[in-house]
Each structure stands twice: as structure tokens, then as C-alpha cells.
Nanobody
Framework: QVQLVESGGGLVQPGGSLRLSCAASGRYFSNYRMGWFRQAPGKMREFVGVISRSGGWTNYADSVKGRFTISRDNAKNTVYLQMNSLKSEDTAVYRC?????????????????WGQGAQVTVSS
């Protein structure tokens, strides 16, 4: 069992930056691929990115590539989402998720454990 808690959301102006954290409780955090997803009001859940168990590989949605970076610290049981050059269309609830699948990527069905979400609002 893994419990995930996001933090670091808030209001930021367009062009600004924000870093989300996702702290995991439970054992064997390093056994899980970690993904980030987001959902804006009235829209479907969208894949943001994923990081491998060791942190040596990442993959991103085209909409955030070059602006967002995922990292993890297995010693701290935490994964991060650094968001730069934020746009109004990045406004959403962001959720981290954990998958034990070795091939988990962009499909939300690959992920077993989910955080409650953190609101990110990009507005002037």
C-alpha cells in the first residue's frame, strides 16, 4: 500500500514557475514508476509525464515538454514536478500516481495509487 500526498500548488502568473512535491508513505517507493496527471474543469484527465524507478528516464506530454521536469529522491520517498514558463492552459488539478508496472507510461490505468491532487492556477 502506498499513500501519496501532493503539495506546492497555488496561484502563479503566466510565465512563472511552480514546483509540486509528492510525498509517498509506505515501503519500497523505489519500486514504483511515478507519473503526473492533470485535469482541468470540464476536460478529461491528461498525462503530464512519468519517471522511471531509478529516475534515469523520463517521458513527457508534448504540451509540457521543455517546460516541465520530473525528478525523484528515493531516499526521501518524494517525486517532484518542476513547472516553468507556465501558461493559463496549465491551470488544473495535478495528481501524482504510482505504478508497479515496468512499462507504465501515459495510460492512467497503469497506475494503482493516486494522490488527492494539488490545484495549480495560472492567471494574471
Amino acid at each position: 500500500q502506498v499513500q501519496l500526498v501532493e503539495s506546492g500548488g497555488g496561484l502563479v502568473q503566466p510565465g512563472g514557475s511552480l514546483r509540486l512535491s509528492c510525498a509517498a508513505s509506505g515501503r519500497y517507493f523505489s519500486n514504483y514508476r511515478m507519473g503526473w496527471f492533470r485535469q482541468a474543469p470540464g476536460k478529461m484527465r491528461e498525462f503530464v509525464g512519468v519517471i522511471s524507478r531509478s529516475g534515469g528516464w523520463t517521458n513527457y506530454a508534448d504540451s509540457v515538454k521543455g517546460r516541465f521536469t520530473i525528478s525523484r529522491d528515493n531516499a526521501k520517498n518524494t517525486v517532484y514536478l518542476q513547472m516553468n514558463s507556465l501558461k493559463s492552459e496549465d491551470t488544473a488539478v495535478y495528481r501524482c500516481a504510482a505504478s508497479s508496472s515496468l512499462s507504465a507510461t501515459s495510460s492512467s490505468t497503469d497506475y494503482t495509487y493516486w494522490g488527492q491532487g494539488a490545484q495549480v492556477t495560472v492567471s494574471s
